[in-house]
């Protein structure tokens, strides 16, 4: 009886569906998280006529074949890639990224993470770090005496004091693409590293080849369309209540058949 493994395999694909749809709806309020999608392939098919064999002595073949099915298998959780709306928040260390592009951070172990938070902070070494401390790469200082900051939109860093009246500039930001942005590892934390599958980094100035431009003031809000989500949810919880009944229902099948006498 086939179909009870089949359905368990679709019982597994729509209980993995869920637990994505839940981390999304989860996510809601996470600052540049772009929301996953559950993919499904096909297992293999057993093949118990092949199609194109030849079916009788004149060489007439078989046009379609006998090819049953055992189930589905999970094919990827890959990351939609979508532009979170951008809220006015006034922080002077908020930054948007508008467009495409990473802010290049550096982890405890010395490796590279790249993160589209813009919600950084500021140590009392005045360093630029993110929310979890880690310091945004090229590393910039504020001075003790800087009176304000300034971040434009090509992410140079520019520093207001009371003695002067022109602004000193401190540094400038980077952004950084990856060919398949997909293919990051997600690290939690709002936090990606470099895969085989994502391609090197590509460092450069913001509003260059093809990446966004910065904006201070601004956070990027979480690209979970909850309407959606909620209706993934249900069409999840129908496909694996159908795949219980076929569960059920091969069981009385087999019940029928041990009591044939």
């Known amino acids: 009886m086939r179909a009870l493994k089949i359905a368990a395999t679709g019982m597994a694909a729509q209980q993995m569906r869920v637990e994505t749809i839940s981390n999304n709806l989860a996510n809601m309020s996470t600052t540049g998280y772009n929301a996953r999608r559950a993919e499904f392939a096909d297992l293999h098919y057993q093949q118990m006529a092949r199609a194109g064999a030849v079916n009788a002595a004149d060489g007439t073949v078989l046009p379609t074949g006998i090819q049953l099915g055992l189930g589905v298998r999970p094919a990827a959780v890959s990351m939609h890639l979508a532009q979170g709306s951008i809220q006015a928040t006034q922080g002077d260390l908020d930054v948007a990224i508008d467009g495409l592009g990473y802010l290049e951070v550096t982890l405890p172990s010395g490796q590279s993470g790249y993160t589209r938070d813009g919600a950084l ?19 910039i200082v504020i001075p ?23 602004a000193q500039l401190l540094g400038q930001f980077n952004l950084t693409g990856f060919t398949n942005a997909k293919g ?7 936090l990606f590293a470099e895969t ?5 980094p590509q460092v ?12 201070q003031g601004y956070l990027e809000d979480s690209s979970v369309d909850a309407v959606r989500e909620i209706t993934e949810l249900i069409e999840a919880q129908r496909g694996y209540e159908m795949n219980a009944k076929v569960i059920s229902a091969a069981d009385q099948m087999l019940g029928a058949t041990t009591q044939i006498r």
Not at 128 to 136: E, H, K, M, Q
Not at 196 to 200: L, W
Not at 205 to 215: E, H, M, V
């Open 121 to 139: 902070k500021r140590t009392g070494e005045g360093l630029i770090v993110t929310s979890d401390g880690f310091p945004v790469q090229p590393e």
């Open 184 to 190: 990051l590892e997600a690290l939690g934390s709002n």
């Open 196 to 200: 085989e599958a994502s391609g090197p």
């Open 204 to 215: 450069t100035t913001p509003g260059l080849d093809g990446l966004g431009t910065l904006r």
């Open 144 to 166: 003790d005496d800087a009176r304000s900051i300034s971040i434009n939109g090509a992410g140079e860093v520019y520093a207001y004091f009371n003695d002067t009246v022109e």
